[in-house]
């Protein structure tokens, strides 16, 4: 799988996180082993973002997908969408352009290693092809998906036709944002062969800028070239609500501070975590926020109704579990 930075499983200690970081450094420097070493620059944002753009607006302009099947389901139809090209018979056909729906994403050049310090709006094209029966997830929430992620050729590069869980923080920017808009089904459907189906479950699409997937650095041998833009097919199964990772009683979204939709770059022990040699763990994985040595959980009062509310001690502003001194 593709897709995935980190495996869903217990991620408790930073030590964890540390030997992730450094498998992915060593595994880095043996790409760069069997062949000249040729650093390139990544290009810069804003014209990869405009060049993506108009490549995907044009993909938009000159494409449909089986809206007919979904709004008159065959008996045998597979709720799969099917993207093709406008022309003859299929001229008549609405195009992809007129049924999507758009996000703005702000995506900083930091991201990518860029040093000249700018945000660049990205544009997320997205379409449900059946509306779920639930509600959605939001970016900090698992997940319980199916999903295809292909080329605008057409090329399939990943996929995994059965539902999985998948943290959503833990997959690209743009995926996470797009399933967010999607909603989930309701029961769960146990088949003799070992597969489950979920009732009423959402089937959408969306279209990545590669700024808000892989950019510069899709994975070797994915068939996914720099820069290209990337196409998800998702069926969204289920979603644990408020789903808290790292299990220090504060949902993970609610771990993203600066509110960006991005929970890697809030981590409110940073230095000290450099410092001490743990590793960079933001606080949608960290047990410990400000690394005062008392857990998170102990730092915050939850009531019998679930309502979380967070001291401040020393009436600083900043409430104790985010505040090394208090
Ligand atoms: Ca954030
Ligand atoms: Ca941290
Ligand atoms: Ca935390
Ligand atoms: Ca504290």
Same mark, same amino acid.
């Given at each position: 799988?593709y897709?995935?930075g980190?495996k869903?499983? *217990?991620?408790?200690?930073?030590?964890?996180?540390l030997l992730?970081a450094?498998?992915? =450094?060593?595994? !880095?420097c043996?790409k760069?082993?069997s062949?000249d070493?040729?650093i390139?620059?990544p290009r810069?944002?804003?014209?990869?973002?405009?060049?993506?753009?108009?490549?995907?607006?044009?993909?938009?302009q000159?494409?449909?997908?089986?809206?007919?099947?979904?709004?008159?389901?065959?008996a045998?139809f597979?709720y799969k969408?099917?993207?093709?090209?406008i022309?003859?018979v299929?001229?008549?056909? =609405?195009? @992809?352009? #007129?049924?999507?729906?758009?996000?703005?994403i702000?995506?900083?050049?930091?991201?990518?290693?860029?040093? /000249? +310090?700018?945000i660049? &709006?990205?544009?997320l094209?997205? @379409?449900a092809?059946?509306?779920?029966i639930?509600?959605s997830?939001?970016?900090? /929430?698992?997940?319980?998906?199916a999903y295809?992620?292909?080329?605008?050729s057409?090329?399939?590069f990943?996929?995994?036709?059965?539902?999985t869980w998948q943290? $959503?923080p833990f997959f690209?920017?743009?995926?996470?944002?797009g399933v967010s808009?999607?909603?989930?089904?309701? +029961?769960?459907?146990s088949n003799?062969?070992?597969?489950?189906?979920i009732?009423g479950?959402?089937?959408?699409?969306?279209f990545?800028?590669s %700024? $808000? !997937?892989?950019?510069?650095?899709p994975?070797?041998?994915?068939?996914?070239s &720099?820069?290209?833009?990337?196409v998800?097919?998702?069926?969204?199964?289920l979603?644990?609500?408020g789903?808290?990772?790292d299990?220090?009683?504060i949902?993970?979204?609610?771990e993203?501070?600066?509110?960006?939709?991005?929970? *890697?770059?809030d981590?409110?022990?940073?230095s000290a975590?450099?410092?001490s040699?743990f590793g960079?763990?933001p606080?949608?994985?960290?047990? +410990?926020d400000d690394?005062?040595? =008392?857990?998170?959980?102990?730092?915050?009062?939850?009531d019998?109704? %679930?309502?979380? *509310?967070?001291p #401040? *001690?020393?009436g600083d %502003?900043?409430?104790d579990?985010?505040?090394?001194?208090?």
């Amino acid at each position: 799988m593709y897709l995935a930075g980190f495996k869903r499983g *217990s991620m408790k200690e930073k030590g964890v996180i540390l030997l992730i970081a450094v498998l992915t =450094i060593l595994s !880095a420097c043996k790409k760069d082993d069997s062949q000249d070493i040729v650093i390139v620059p990544p290009r810069a944002l804003a014209e990869v973002e405009a060049e993506n753009d108009a490549t995907i607006q044009e993909y938009l302009q000159t494409h449909y997908y089986n809206y007919e099947e979904f709004e008159n389901p065959p008996a045998d139809f597979n709720y799969k969408i099917v993207l093709d090209t406008i022309s003859g018979v299929t001229k008549d056909k =609405i195009r @992809l352009i #007129d049924q999507v729906s758009t996000m703005t994403i702000p995506v900083s050049s930091e991201t990518f290693n860029l040093d /000249d +310090d700018v945000i660049v &709006n990205h544009k997320l094209y997205y @379409l449900a092809a059946r509306e779920g029966i639930g509600e959605s997830p939001t970016v900090g /929430d698992s997940t319980f998906i199916a999903y295809e992620g292909q080329l605008l050729s057409g090329n399939v590069f990943d996929g995994n036709s059965t539902y999985t869980w998948q943290y $959503l923080p833990f997959f690209l920017r743009g995926y996470a944002a797009g399933v967010s808009n999607f909603k989930v089904g309701g +029961d769960i459907i146990s088949n003799p062969d070992g597969t489950v189906e979920i009732v009423g479950s959402g089937i959408g699409i969306m279209f990545l800028p590669s %700024g $808000l !997937a892989y950019y510069n650095n899709p994975p070797l041998g994915s068939g996914i070239s &720099n820069y290209d833009p990337l196409v998800f097919q998702v069926n969204t199964g289920l979603f644990i609500k408020g789903t808290d990772y790292d299990n220090d009683g504060i949902p993970s979204i609610l771990e993203d501070l600066n509110n960006d939709g991005n929970l *890697s770059n809030d981590n409110t022990d940073e230095s000290a975590e450099l410092s001490s040699g743990f590793g960079y763990v933001p606080n949608h994985l960290d047990r +410990d926020d400000d690394q005062d040595g =008392i857990l998170t959980r102990d730092e915050i009062v939850i009531d019998s109704q %679930g309502n979380i *509310s967070f001291p #401040d *001690s020393d009436g600083d %502003g900043t409430p104790d579990y985010l505040d090394a001194d208090s």
